[in-house]
């Protein structure tokens, strides 16, 4: 047998080695064929049936959840219905069927590339990657049709759960409610063709726990059944038949990295401070109030993103106030006081959020998003800045304005800011007058003219995701140019070295809440830089600290300033590992 690997992205880390288990990827067996007059309303029924016996699997595993499922599986299954329920998905095919006379299979399929064409429209990443919940939702369908097993066989179960090689997951795509059920059978890991470190299959991932791997293109073509597998979650590396050699390196590197992750344990309730005094602050990123649980067993300093837009996503209306209100008031009671930063509305061009009427744009990361459709729905951006002020009565709430660029964006959400404090103001109902506003820097323009923000901001964030994207006009989605996205460019460095000496001039807080922020090979550049507040997905937050704790301000200051005197990104590359290392 053949050695080889397969590179792909790298959404969970770890190391499992098992032998693949190939699950099927219905779409690529639907097959188009007329149908006579006389059956189709049989054909009708058939889709029907389908649909209401996939409504009622999920049904089923929502219900069977244990208590101490991870928050966002509830979440996605409950999204997967919702799309069930909805027209687009169980009606419109039923007209497809009698208009064309084609098979349901065929009809659910066209219905879901139309839905997938406007998703892709999106300019919002974290909506555009919802599409493949769609297509989760539709193959789950299409399994039904076709005569498949929509879950696990008793063999494949009782194969899991009793034999004791370890078995890895391999498909084009793994929806939630198939992962749960990976989950409560004890696989040892999953990859897939498809996905992006956004997407819900990552998130989902990274809830889990499991060593992860998405965005293999060829692996479901690649790899055969049986074939024994080495998953390297970290580096994003899948390794197909091993020689011995490999195969034994690669079991004493799992064998390390677990003792590893349980040595961390151990500075869990350990202060993030230098070994020369200098405190720095570790705070957590969350989408939804339930990661509250991960971000006290990470021992977090407090939430220093979260994003709201769950509460938008997936729905046909918009979430009122009194909803907003009671999410954002169980996240700031849950954390008694610690610091919990609440990110106004992220979204794309989706501004009635129903895929049926998506605004289209040539360019959609440049097109109307975040800041700039909140200041064009003013109605939505009131309610919200009603709700978050309301919850502040009840703890330590910052509310963070996303991709800001021009000074007037700034005025005209403080203006709607204050706006909204006058009416409750007029009720009585009480609110934390006092409660502090700060911007994201993730667009150059603003990174530039950091100085004019922070003067008036009461504290700045750095969104290093985007601040990549828009400073290295690269399409961080855009598997051809995926590459190119670099943290450590230079230019991608003066900015933030910018915002930081803004932030320090004017006396306010900078700090960092994108992917380099959880990044472990990064923290000892970024705090070297005069960061002092790091904030990132939970799972992260140990692994950072150990470097924090490991390190020496004056080292890290010099070095700092080493890496960046350098304008060639490759010496930047090598300079930044050598500090690592030591």
Not at 6 to 14: C, T
Not at 170 to 188: G, L, N, T
Not at 370 to 385: M, V
């Amino acid at each position: 047998m053949i050695s080889f690997s397969i590179h792909g992205v790298g959404v969970s880390s770890g190391i499992a080695v098992g032998h693949a288990q190939l699950i099927s990827n219905a779409l690529l067996e639907v097959v188009h064929y007329q149908l006579p007059k006389y059956l189709i309303d049989d054909e009708i029924k058939r889709f029907s049936d389908a649909i209401a016996t996939v409504t009622n699997d999920l049904e089923l595993i929502h219900s069977s959840l244990r208590n101490n499922s991870p928050a966002e599986l509830s979440a996605f299954i409950g999204t997967h219905l919702m799309m069930l329920a909805d027209k687009s998905l169980s009606e419109i095919p039923k007209d497809i069927i009698k208009n064309e006379q084609c098979n349901a299979e065929w009809a659910i399929k066209l219905q879901m590339d139309e839905i997938v064409n406007q998703f892709e429209q999106i300019e919002d990443e974290y909506l555009r990657e919802r599409k493949q919940d769609v297509v989760q939702v539709v193959e789950r369908v299409i399994k039904v049709l076709l005569g498949h097993p929509s879950q696990l066989t008793t063999d494949q179960q009782t194969s899991a759960q009793h034999s004791e090689r370890k078995v890895i997951l391999v498909a084009h795509d793994i929806s939630p409610a198939d992962a749960i059920q990976f989950k409560q059978h004890q696989f040892a890991a999953f990859i897939t063709d498809v996905g992006g470190v956004t997407s819900h299959t990552a998130i989902l991932a990274r809830s889990l726990n499991i060593p992860s791997i998405v965005a293999l293109q060829k692996a479901r073509d690649l790899i055969n059944d049986g074939e024994l597998i080495i998953v390297d979650g970290s580096q994003g590396v899948v390794i197909v038949n091993p020689d011995k050699s490999i195969l034994t390196e690669y079991k004493l590197r799992q064998d390390q990295w677990e003792i590893e992750q349980q040595k961390l344990q151990r500075i869990k309730l350990t202060k993030a401070v230098t070994l020369d005094g200098a405190s720095i602050e570790l705070f957590a990123n969350i989408e939804v109030p339930e990661d509250v649980a991960k971000v006290k067993a990470a021992g977090a300093t407090g939430i220093g993103l979260y994003r709201t837009e769950f509460l938008f996503m997936n729905r046909r209306e918009m979430p009122d106030e009194e909803e907003q209100y009671i999410a954002y008031k169980t996240v700031a009671e849950d954390m008694k006081g610690a610091e919990v930063t609440i990110r106004t509305l992220d979204l794309g061009a989706d501004k009635q959020m129903n895929p049926d009427t998506v605004v289209t744009c040539a360019n959609p990361a440049l097109g109307l998003r975040a800041i700039r459709l909140c200041l064009s729905e003013p109605q939505i951006f009131h309610t919200q800045l009603r709700a978050l002020l309301r919850a502040s009565h009840y703890g330590n709430i910052k509310i963070l304005i996303p991709m800001l660029s021009t000074l007037a964006e700034l005025r005209q959400t403080k203006l709607m800011l204050e706006r909204a404090k006058l009416s409750l103001r007029k009720q009585n109902i009480p609110f934390n007058e006092n409660i502090a506003l700060g911007g994201m820097i993730e667009v150059p323009a603003a990174a530039i003219n950091a100085e004019a923000f922070a003067q008036e901001l009461d504290f700045l964030s750095i969104g290093t995701n985007d601040l990549i994207q828009y400073t290295l006009a690269i399409d961080r989605t855009d598997d051809t140019v995926a590459h190119l996205y670099n943290p450590l460019h230079p230019s991608v460095l003066k900015l933030i070295l910018m915002t930081i000496k803004a932030g320090e001039k004017l006396g306010k807080s900078v700090s960092v809440c994108g992917e380099m922020a959880g990044d472990a090979k990064l923290t000892k550049l970024l705090i070297g830089m005069g960061l002092r507040q790091l904030s990132m997905h939970p799972s992260h937050i140990l692994s950072v600290k150990q470097k924090i704790l490991q390190s020496e301000m004056s080292k890290l200051n010099a070095n700092a300033r080493k890496v960046l005197g350098l304008t060639d990104i490759e010496k930047i590359e090598q300079l930044v590992a050598k500090y690592n290392d030591i």
